[in-house]
């Protein structure tokens, strides 16, 4: 479940496509108000869209972000973060996460692929309140599939506060630590096979005569409407073909060619290969 409107500041830390993406989520959902959105990113260009995209406010450094924010969502690259984190480490406000007594200090949310959270407390102490979350950019639509999982410090209250976050803008599911690469395999980088996935779809049709537009506009629509079967009636994928392939038809026929194609094969390595990648990162 989603939150209704809150009233903290919430802070992005490198402003890319990301955090542009979720910023803007929990502004189209009325979590947020734009005037509660802050950012900060070296790059001029990537600042400038976010506040272009969101109407957020420009800080001129990241410590600007931390000192105003309530929640700061860390979304550097990760060849970026140790930089990063050996910065923030010297902010007060992190210092004074650290006590366990205080319960109301920031909470930091990681986007960054790959970097554990042993890393981060490295840098910024073992009672920062964090969060290690992988989402992906249909949270710009309320369409988001997220994973997290939670460092040892944070409380109940932060955590739950998060995921209500992360719910606002469409799934999230806690999970261990050691499956935050796969949830980055599949649901982080998924997006993009998807629009592959569409795009030859709609290519098939225009090479058996469909315009360009009809045949984008049907095949998009159809894992539009096959993602939600699968969700609404929470039958098994194979269920859910099989109830479609008659017996001789075209569509056992196309499951056959994709089969001699290894399509399935293909997504399976590619969630494989991106989960390695994750790992690699954050080394």
Do not use: W
């Not at 950012?39 to 000192?67: I, K, P």
């Not at 609404?232 to 994928?237: E, I, L, Q, R």
């Amino acid at each position: 479940m989603g939150l209704t409107f809150i009233n903290k500041k919430i802070g992005f830390i490198g402003t890319g496509q990301m955090a542009t993406a979720l910023a803007s989520g929990l502004i189209n959902k009325d979590v947020v108000d734009a005037s509660k959105i802050f950012g900060f990113d070296v790059y001029d260009v990537s600042a400038t869209r976010f506040r272009t995209n969101t109407g957020g406010t420009l800080l001129g450094t990241a410590h600007e972000v931390l000192a105003q924010c309530d929640i700061v969502f860390l979304g550097v690259k990760p060849y970026q973060m140790g930089q990063l984190l050996g910065d923030l480490s010297t902010h007060d406000d992190i210092r004074r996460s650290r006590n366990p007594n205080i319960t109301a200090g920031k909470i930091i949310v990681s986007i960054a692929a790959g970097i554990q959270l042993a890393t981060y407390m490295k840098y910024l102490g073992n009672q920062v309140a964090l969060v290690r979350v992988m989402p992906n950019t249909p949270c710009l639509i309320g369409e988001a599939a997220s994973g997290y999982c939670l460092s040892p410090a944070i409380t109940r209250d932060d955590a739950d506060l998060v995921k209500g976050l992360l719910e606002t803008v469409g799934v999230a599911v806690e999970v261990t630590e050691s499956l935050m690469d796969a949830v980055t395999g599949l649901s982080g980088s998924g997006p993009a096979y998807v629009f592959t996935m569409i795009e030859a779809l709609a290519d098939g049709g225009v090479k058996m005569g469909l315009p360009r537009d009809i045949a984008l506009r049907l095949a998009a629509q159809t894992f539009k409407g096959a993602a939600q079967m699968v969700l609404a009636t929470g039958d098994h994928p194979a269920v859910l073909k099989d109830r479609v392939t008659s017996p001789g038809g075209t569509t056992i026929t196309g499951l056959a060619a994709l089969e001699e194609a290894g399509f399935r094969h293909a997504l399976i390595h590619a969630v494989e290969s991106a989960t390695h990648r994750s790992a690699e990162l954050g080394k």
